[in-house]
Each structure stands twice: as C-alpha cells, then as structure tokens.
C-alpha cells in the first residue's frame, strides 16, 4: 500500500488524489478527441464539460459516502473537504452526473446530447479502469481474506481493520478496475456497429451495474461502503437495481433505427 507517492517532507503527493486526477485526464482527452472527430464538437467546449462533469462527480461522491459514514463525518464536519485521504463513493458522483446531463444537454443541443453522452459513458469506463488503482494504492475497497489465491495481494488496510495487517486478500480494487476495462471493450465494440445514440449509455449503465453487483462479493470493507443488509447486500448494490433498469430504460427506449443515429437528447 502507498498512499503517499512522494514525500518532499512538507509537500506529500498522495497517491489517491493523483490517480484520481490521471483518470480523469485520459477520460477527457478521449472524450473531446472522440467528440471533435465524430461529433465535429469544439474541443474546448467538450473539455469544458467534463470539467465540469469532475467536480460534479466528485461532490456527488464525496456526500454519498459522507452519509454512508455519518458518524465519522459528524464528528469532524471539515472533514467532507479533505478528498485527497480518499472517501469517495463512485455511484454518489454517477447519479450527479446523470441528473445534471439530464438538465444541462437537452439545453444545449449544439452538443448532440446522446450521441456525446455516449461517448461520455465510454470515458466514464476508462476513468474506473485508471481510476481503481486509487484506491488499490491508498488501502481502501479491500477485499476479503483469500489464503488460497493465486493473485492476492498483502497490505494493512490501516483505516478499517488491523485484524486483516499481513493476510491474503482479494485484491477487489483491482477487480473494480478490470471491470472498468472490460466495459470499455465491449462498448467501443458496439459503439462500431453504429447504434442509436443512447444505446451506449444504456448499455454502460447495465453494465456497470452488473458488474459492480458481481465485484462486490469480494469486498471486505463492510464498515466503510455501508451494508443494506449485514454480510449480504451492501449499499452499492442496492443502487445497482435501479441503476440497471434505468439503463435498460434508455437502452429499448432509444430504438435503433437509422432515422435516429443523429438524434439529440432532446429529440
């Protein structure tokens, strides 16, 4: 585990908040690219959004997790501003995105709304591939013991559970990850075929769902992602319900036809 990359005394890179800024970096650059060569968008209005889209994310995140550990939180209100000793939760910054998409595209049609949606969710899953690797760096979304496994990985999660100092474990950020990578895939996949805009975005949201439904199993830090439902169902994956028929919503509701590949948002 390295939470602090590098240490100049005074000045400490964390590694959480650098991962969180790379992944954010590459989603961007290949949206606007992707938006300006496809779309024939401004690159620095595209670029512009998905600053924008950052910060919600991140308010988003931050307050999910803020409720999920209130006790914490209300204890030390000026807490929730220190981002950088990690404490988000990804499906807090997802539902603040939709919703502002949902209001900010269908005002700006130049945008293309779908389409560019679309190509939102592909940069979306390249920020969770880079992303993860955050929270694998800095200790947190451990997974649960695993003597057994080829691949699992030892470090103290320090912030949750001294119990599990020195012990095999899942290494679920890492799954988390992959996840992100293997959305990416199979959307740039379909992405080729040409559907109706939106059926990207459909497609993303079921499979984020899904997969983080799948990938929770192997999580182990129960206290801080919060449990529905004591070693059973957590928060997350109550989320992913609705989350997966919202997509499959957008999905059917988009058609497929030719008349609608160049559909707006707000068509």
Not at 192 to 203: D, E, H, N, T
Request: charged share 15%; proline share 4%; glycine share 8%.
């Amino acid at each position: 585990m390295y939470p602090v990359l590098i240490d100049f005394g005074a000045i400490k890179i964390y590694s959480f908040g650098t991962f969180i800024v790379l992944a954010f970096i590459v989603a961007a650059f290949y949206v606007r690219r992707r938006a300006a060569r496809d779309l024939s968008l401004d690159k620095i209005e595209v670029f512009n959004l998905c600053f924008a889209l950052l910060f919600i994310g991140l308010i988003g995140a931050r307050l999910l997790y803020a409720i999920v550990k209130y006790d914490e939180f209300s204890s030390d209100k000026m807490k929730i501003f220190r981002v950088w000793e990690g404490g988000l939760v990804w499906y807090g910054g997802l539902i603040f995105c939709l919703i502002w998409l949902a209001w900010y595209l269908p005002r700006h049609p130049k945008l293309k709304g779908w389409a560019l949606a679309d190509l939102l969710a592909l940069g979306a899953s390249l920020g969770i591939f880079i992303g993860r690797w955050a929270s694998f760096l800095s200790g947190e979304n451990y997974g649960k013991p695993a003597p057994d496994l080829p691949w699992a990985v030892v470090f103290p999660p320090e912030k949750e559970s001294q119990a599990l100092m020195g012990i095999d474990l899942h290494p679920a950020q890492l799954y988390h990850s992959l996840h992100g990578l293997l959305m990416f895939l199979i959307l740039a996949w379909y992405m080729r075929s040409k559907p109706a805009p939106g059926r990207v975005m459909g497609l993303f949201l079921m499979l984020y769902a899904i997969g983080r439904s799948v990938t929770e199993i192997w999580r182990g830090d129960d206290a801080a992602r919060g449990m529905v439902i004591d070693g059973w169902v957590s928060t997350s994956q109550l989320i992913s319900i609705p989350i997966f028929f919202i997509g499959a919503a957008i999905f059917l509701s988009r058609g497929n036809s030719e008349e609608s590949l160049h559909a707006t948002m707000s068509s």
